[in-house]
Structure formats: C-alpha cells, structure tokens
C-alpha cells in the first residue's frame, strides 16, 4: 500500500505557472512509476504526465508538453509536476497516481494508487 497526498493547487491567471506535489508514503517509493493525471467536470480522467521508477524517462501529453515538466525524488518520496504557461484549458482537479508498471503507463486504469487531487483553476 502506498498513500499519496496532492498539493499545490489554486488559483492563477492564464500565462502564469503553478507547482504540484505529490507526497508518498507507505511502501518503498521508488518501486513505483508516476503519473499525474486531470479531470475537468463533464470530462474523462486524462493522462498528463508520467515518470519512470528512476527518474530517467518522463512522458508527456501533447497538450501539456513544453509547457509541464514532471520530477521526482526518491530520496524524499515526491514527484512535482511544474506547469508553465497555463491556459484556461488546463483548468481542473489534478490527481496523482502511483503504478506498479515497468514503463510508465498512460492510461488511469493501469495505475493501482490515487491521491485525492488538487484543484488548478486558470482564468482568462
């Protein structure tokens, strides 16, 4: 069992940037690879970034690459999702997950554990 708590969020103006954080405890972290995922109301979960087990390989959806830069330290048991540049579409509850997988999965069923999320809303 792993537990994750989410922080981070809030409230910030369209170009401005926010950054997540996602906390483990439990089980030893670095056994997991990371992903962060959102849900907007009315909308599916989707896939926002992940990061290996070691750090050395991260993945990033098409929407959010260049913008988002995800990270992790074993060492203290957190990954931090950096978002730069944000845009009223990113506009949602931010959720982090932790997944047993090899590779960093994509998709949210893939993944085993789930924090509570943290809300990011961008005005215009």
């Known amino acids: 069992q792993v537990q994750l708590v989410e922080s981070g969020g809030g409230l910030v103006q369209a170009g401005g940037s926010l950054r997540l954080s996602c906390a483990a405890s439990?089980?030893?972290?670095?056994?997991?690879?990371m992903g962060w995922f959102r849900q907007a109301p009315g909308k599916e979960r989707e896939f926002v970034a992940a990061?290996?087990?070691?750090?050395?390989?991260?993945f990033y959806a098409d929407s959010v690459r260049g913008r988002f830069t995800l990270s992790r330290d074993n060492a203290k048991s957190t990954v931090d999702l950096q978002m730069n540049s944000l845009k009223p579409e990113d506009t949602a509850v931010f959720y982090c997950?932790?997944?047993?997988?090899?590779?960093?999965?994509?998709?949210?069923?893939?993944?085993?554990?789930w924090g509570q999320g943290t809300q990011v809303t961008v005005s215009s």
């Open positions: 990061i290996s087990r070691s750090g050395s390989s991260t």
């Open positions: 997950a932790a997944g047993n997988a090899l590779i960093p999965p994509t998709t949210p069923g893939k993944y085993n554990y």
């Open positions: 439990g089980r030893t972290f670095s056994i997991y690879a």
